[in-house]
């Protein structure tokens, strides 16, 4: 075995020291959230908070969890990203599939007109003009249906079915299985690793997403978490710009909002790092030139 | 896979060759496929109705705009009764113009400048780690930003760098507390490029640096080993062996970034703007939105004059980019 001199261990120190400031870094901003979201009204208007939370107590939380407004902005968000994840892979999965048959006639043609699409887009304005013509304003639909097909997370997806080995399906066809029985007992099977990452990917786009919101929706109850969590932090701005209100009330405001934020992070904090073996995969499959 | 092909009917002991038209071909080609375009059939009208209709609707920048007649019905756009379909990018041209086009070009230089060796070097550094926990929990750490919407990193901007006081940022809080006066992160031009700039490479260092790990595992390692027998330290291995392993990864994500170079994503622009520092702040496609959607006089064939400016120019960045990559010997992106 061969031992580590004196210097490489020097070394690995050295990057390791490294690594823990970049954790920190990372961290940080999180650390520093949560201490304010807990904290008493008292120390934050005193702006003594920084990374431990000074009087301890959950009013911030047990507010925001009494306000209709949040709660119903929560499951509409959930039940939007669940609906949009479904859609997506399916559509997804319809785009890439058949794209793998080499001898399926019209596949160039094809492939010009997904390609053309990454590099060039029609623009805001055109867009907005589409959505009003397809009576999508203030509608639903227009938060699901526009982003439901995203061709990066397509050809993720088509590279892993390359390589699932041709003889399987071959073998499937031979015995008269059908093109979307193949689909459904061989592909999807096998494709578990790739469907976890685009769930993740489509779910936290849908999740984070806020423009298509802001631009297509101004009907309140529409409004993802984080369209709604955008005006609350433009708003407590105003609150603190004006001055007008007590400092408790400031104190308060802050803290909720502090609050929400934090509640609105949660769920992907919780799901991500269950699925960094998937997403490493997925994220490095992208970049693989076809 | 089996090509659709004349077949061989079998009658009695004797092979019947039949000859097939045309027709039949196509007949037993679609029976066979039409599964296959049943499924595609869903992302092309996707295709078509999302990606590919709106684009007609880019005449409107040529044209002059009447709210209740379509596309095809406006009249081109003229002055005087004289036809000048370059009306509305003339009249676009203006100093706010230049301005957001500066801007974006400004940020997406700095952007690319910090933002983009960031993720090799973290790379570099994951990899000479000696302790796998250490660095899976470095990793998942450092790709938590990334999973973080832009309205929430806002979020924890204000809290770490607004100005001090009640509702202060922390920074701010403790610069003052320590008998420092405070920086204005958020509401100074200058330091508001900065906070841009660097909360950027925050929330990007850590999930570009997957694809360059990818890119390091699968360099030789009986490189290494035979650059240590020649007695080259860790630093010359890193400079000598890793960096030129992934050299053709940094080249494709170049192109790509330099691609971008008038893009640039909405969301993050738009959260982190406010309106004390939009003399730098203000991008293309803040402007656009700005005049075109959100006033409440909306310049429609203004702003669509500036998107196609902004779609066509990057385009021509993209393949200009490709081209001198493959030029210098490099596989481009396509």
Redesign the interface.
């Known amino acids: 075995m061969k031992v580590k001199s004196v210097k490489t261990i020097i070394g690995d120190y050295i990057f390791v020291f490294l690594c823990v400031i970049v954790a920190v870094i990372c961290l940080t901003p999180m650390i520093s959230l949560l201490a304010k979201s807990l904290s008493s009204t008292k120390y934050l208007v005193a702006g003594e908070v920084f990374f431990l939370p000074k009087g301890l107590n959950f009013k911030a939380y047990a507010y925001v969890l009494k306000e209709e407004k949040y709660i119903r902005s929560f499951i509409w968000t959930v039940l939007l990203t669940v609906i949009c994840t479904l859609v997506s892979l399916t559509i997804t999965s319809f785009c890439a599939y058949p794209l793998i048959y080499d001898n399926l006639k019209g596949k160039k043609v094809i492939n010009v007109l997904i390609t053309f699409t990454m590099f060039f887009n029609a623009g805001m304005i055109p867009n907005y003009m589409l959505m009003k013509s397809l009576h999508f304003i203030n509608n639903p639909l227009v938060l699901i249906v526009p982003s439901c097909l995203s061709i990066y997370n397509m050809i993720i997806m088509r590279s892993f079915f390359y390589g699932i080995p041709d003889s399987l399906r071959e073998s499937a066809e031979m015995d008269g299985a059908s093109f979307f029985k193949i689909f459904t007992n061989i592909y999807l099977p096998l494709s578990k690793p790739v469907y976890a990452t685009l769930a993740l990917f489509y779910a936290v786009g849908r999740w984070n997403g806020y423009t298509d919101a802001l631009m297509y929706v101004n009907d309140e109850k529409l409004y993802p978490l984080q369209r709604y969590l955008y005006d609350i932090l433009n708003s407590a701005k105003q609150v603190e710009a004006s001055r007008l209100e007590s400092q408790s009330v400031v104190g308060m405001a802050e803290s909720m909002k502090d609050a929400v934020v934090m509640f609105s992070t949660i769920p992907i904090l919780l799901v991500y790092p269950w699925l960094q073996r998937y997403f490493i995969a997925g994220a490095t499959l992208g970049a693989v030139k076809e | 896979?089996?090509?659709v092909q004349n077949e061989t009917f079998t009658q009695g002991s004797q092979a019947v060759y039949v000859k097939k038209t045309g027709w039949q071909k196509f007949g037993i080609?679609v029976r066979r496929?039409w599964?296959?375009?049943a499924?595609?059939a869903?992302?092309?009208i996707?295709?078509l109705?999302?990606?590919?209709?709106?684009?007609?609707?880019?005449t409107?920048a040529f044209k002059d705009y009447k709210f209740n007649k379509s596309?095809f019905e406006m009249p081109w756009a003229s002055v005087k009764g004289q036809v000048d379909i370059l009306k509305h990018f003339k009249a676009a041209m203006k100093p706010d113009f230049y301005s957001a086009l500066r801007n974006t070009v400004t940020l997406n230089l700095l952007d690319l400048f910090f933002g983009f060796p960031a993720p090799i070097i973290?790379a570099l550094?994951?990899n000479?780690?000696?302790?796998k926990r250490?660095?899976k929990?470095?990793?998942?750490?450092?790709?938590?930003?990334h999973?973080?919407?832009?309205?929430?990193i806002?979020?924890?901007?204000?809290?770490?760098f607004?100005p001090?006081?009640?509702?202060?940022g922390?920074v701010n809080?403790?610069l003052?507390?320590n008998g420092l006066s405070i920086i204005p992160f958020l509401d100074d031009p200058t330091h508001w490029i900065g906070t841009y700039v660097m909360v950027g490479v925050?929330q990007s260092f850590?999930?570009g640096s997957?694809?360059y790990l990818?890119a390091i595992a699968g360099i030789n390692p009986e490189l290494y080993e035979a650059a240590s027998v020649d007695g080259a330290?860790?630093l010359k291995k890193m400079w000598h062996i890793t960096l030129p392993g992934i050299k053709s990864?940094i080249v494709?994500?170049l192109i790509m970034n330099i691609?971008g170079i008038v893009g640039g994503a909405?969301?993050r622009i738009?959260?982190m703007q406010?309106p004390i520092v939009l003399s730098v702040a203000d991008t293309l496609?803040t402007f656009?939105?700005r005049i075109?959607?959100s006033s409440s006089y909306p310049k429609?064939e203004q702003?669509?004059a500036v998107?196609?400016f902004?779609?066509v120019v990057g385009?021509f960045f993209?393949l200009g980019a490709n081209k001198i990559s493959r030029k210098l010997g490099e596989?481009g992106?396509?």
Not at chain 2, 51 to 57: L, R
Not at chain 2, 137 to 145: H, L, S
Request: charged share 10%; proline share 5%; aromatic share 22%.
């Open positions: 896979m089996k090509k080609y496929y599964q296959l375009y499924m595609l869903l992302p092309l996707y295709l109705i999302f990606k590919y209709y709106p684009m007609h609707f880019i409107i596309v973290f550094i994951l000479e780690l000696p302790f250490f660095k929990f470095v990793q998942t750490v450092a790709y938590m930003p999973f973080l919407s832009w309205v929430i806002y979020g924890l901007v204000c809290i770490l607004q001090d006081g009640p509702a202060g922390v809080n403790l003052v507390k925050w850590g999930w997957i694809i990818a330290g860790r990864t494709v994500l691609g909405f969301d738009y959260a406010n496609s656009v939105y075109g959607l429609f702003t669509t998107g196609l902004q779609s385009l993209l596989r992106i396509w």
